[in-house]
């Protein structure tokens, strides 16, 4: 209900995000100046709405963060409503994944990594003691569980075959398999899909579950081809 009545104060070029207590604002425009203006009156109108539901925000915790590409400078834009104003920042943590300003996932794969190292070591630690296949439940509720968090955004990264070499390591653990030992058949001993097929899978579960957030051929042309009903 909440962001039904936000989109109808901000309009098509602000898109609220409500979590729990945390509430994000999407801006999105071409011109730097338009920006400007239009993200001044979005913060505005964001704390007059928090206040008509008896709601406030804390200023002190909001953050602004203007993504861009890596060859785009970025202008300064001060935001603030009666008098104070908000930190601007190059990244932040929005719902366990790290996000910089430049859309690159290094600082989120970097976070990352240790963890999975942990979980390595407690592979490891219990291997001497347990089954293969109470390895593989650990292995899946400890391990699994952190790489697939978010596979969808960072997956297709560059930095991810820091993890692709940790899920090697992780699998030589669980067969008891030297260090250079080939990973290709033990991952399908185990039934453990690679990093990249399981980014590749997390990708098609997603489109599944949210058709109607893409189009298909056929409501951009009306020529009837093979590939009609793809979607774009």
């Known amino acids: 209900m909440y962001i039904n009545e ?35 009156y979005a913060f505005n109108q964001l704390n007059k709405w928090f206040a008509a539901n008896l709601l406030s925000l804390n200023l002190k915790k909001t953050q602004y963060i203007p993504f861009r590409t890596k060859n785009t400078s970025v202008n300064e834009i001060s935001i603030g409503y009666n008098n104070t104003f908000i930190s601007n920042t ?30 390595c ?33 960072w997956g297709n990264s560059s930095y991810s075959s820091h993890i692709f070499r940790l ?3 992780a699998v030589r653990i669980i067969t008891g398999s030297r260090p250079r030992d080939s990973c290709r058949e033990l991952f399908k001993h185990l039934r453990i899909l690679p990093l990249q097929s399981q980014y590749i899978l997390s990708l098609l ?9 893409f189009h298909s051929n056929s409501e951009v042309h009306c020529i009837n081809t093979r590939q009609n009903f793809h979607l774009l």
């Open 6 to 40: 936000l989109a109808r104060v901000f309009g098509n070029n602000h898109k609220p995000v409500l979590f729990a207590h945390d509430t994000s604002l999407i801006i999105i425009h071409l011109h730097h100046r338009n920006f400007s203006i239009e993200i001044t």
């Open 90 to 119: 190059s990244y932040t943590k929005f719902l366990g994944l790290v996000i910089t300003n430049s859309v690159s996932w290094k600082d989120h794969i970097t976070q990352l990594i240790p963890k999975l190292g942990k979980a």
């Open 167 to 169: 899920q090697k390591k």
């Open 121 to 153: 070591y407690v592979l490891r630690c219990i291997r001497p003691f347990m089954s293969q296949y109470a390895l593989q439940s650990v292995y899946y509720s400890y391990f699994h569980s952190l790489i697939t968090y978010g596979i969808i955004f």
């Open 205 to 213: 579960l997603f489109i599944v579950d949210n058709k109607n957030l």
